[in-house]
């Protein structure tokens, strides 16, 4: 499975999630960049959502994360949408976009890679595989594409 998610978390919520339909083991290697940048206290520290909104794209083309075609980066003000185009039922739902390890492409949620960075006033910190099984789950049913 290629797909990857990057959720990132603000104050208990996801504020960011990024899906990859391919390249998503790329992901990785974006969660570092988040974390080294915003520990480092450079001007990610202290983005604004519009700033993310802006600037995120550009972010995962450089670390290789999706292309343009399969790579869908939503904020939490903008379910539903992506460049004015209305998306399926899935990126609309809030619930499965509070759901950080939900993959909104398909609806057994599954995803090849993940990471769920959590974004707290003087750092940043990748969650860990436990906290993420504990925290969210996926549906009850068959797993597969």
């Known amino acids: 499975m290629t797909n990857g998610i990057l959720s990132l978390i ?22 570092k960049w988040v974390i080294s940048h ?7 520290a202290v983005w604004s959502d519009q700033q993310w909104r802006k600037r995120f794209p550009q972010i995962c083309d450089n670390h290789g994360f999706g292309c343009a075609e399969c790579r869908v980066i939503q ?5 539903g949408t992506l460049d004015g185009a209305a998306l399926d039922g899935l990126y609309a739902d809030p619930e499965i976009f509070q759901n950080a390890r939900f993959n909104p492409r398909w609806a057994c949620g599954l995803s090849g890679r993940l990471a769920v ?18 925290r969210w789950s ?4 068959e797993l597969s594409e």
């Open 117 to 134: 960075v959590e974004l707290l006033y003087h750092a940043a910190r990748r969650l860990t595989d436990a906290e993420i099984e504990a």
């Open 38 to 44: 915003f520990n480092a206290y450079t001007e990610v």
């Open 10 to 31: 603000r104050n208990g919520r996801v504020f960011l999630k990024a899906v990859a339909g391919c390249d998503g083991y790329n992901v990785d290697k974006l969660a």
């Open 75 to 79: 904020m939490q003000d903008e379910l």
């Open 138 to 141: 996926l549906p009850k049913g």
